[in-house]
Structure formats: structure tokens, C-alpha cells
């Protein structure tokens, strides 16, 4: 079983849910915050390839 733990994304508007969302402003700091929270929340963070990568904690 996965468990979502986080979102970061560009498209703000195209996101919901109950994990939380990190807003950034270009691919750049998308790559940094994803990155960090990968190594914090020691998770997997996959790019969905529209904006949105998510960070994903696999059992």
C-alpha cells in the first residue's frame, strides 16, 4: 500500500485533496522543494509530466 504525503505543483488550480500542496513558481524550485521533501519525509517523488510532482511513500 502508497500513501500520497505531499504535492508540489505549478498548476495550483489543477490540485485538491487531502495531502499537502506546495505551491512554487517554475520547474526549478519544483525540482528543489520536491527533492528536499523526498529526502525529509523519506519518500519517492514522481513527476507526472504536467506541472505536478507528487511525493509518495511506498510500504
Known amino acids: ?18 495531502a499537502p500542496i506546495f505551491i512554487v513558481d517554475n520547474s526549478d ?9 523526498e529526502k525529509i519525509l523519506d519518500a519517492t517523488a514522481h513527476d507526472l509530466k504536467n506541472g505536478t510532482m507528487i511525493l509518495v511513500k511506498h510500504s
Open 29 to 37: 524550485q519544483q525540482q528543489k522543494v520536491s527533492f528536499s521533501l
Open 1 to 18: 500500500m502508497s500513501q500520497i504525503l505531499a504535492i508540489v505543483t505549478m498548476e495550483k488550480e489543477r490540485v485538491g485533496g487531502g
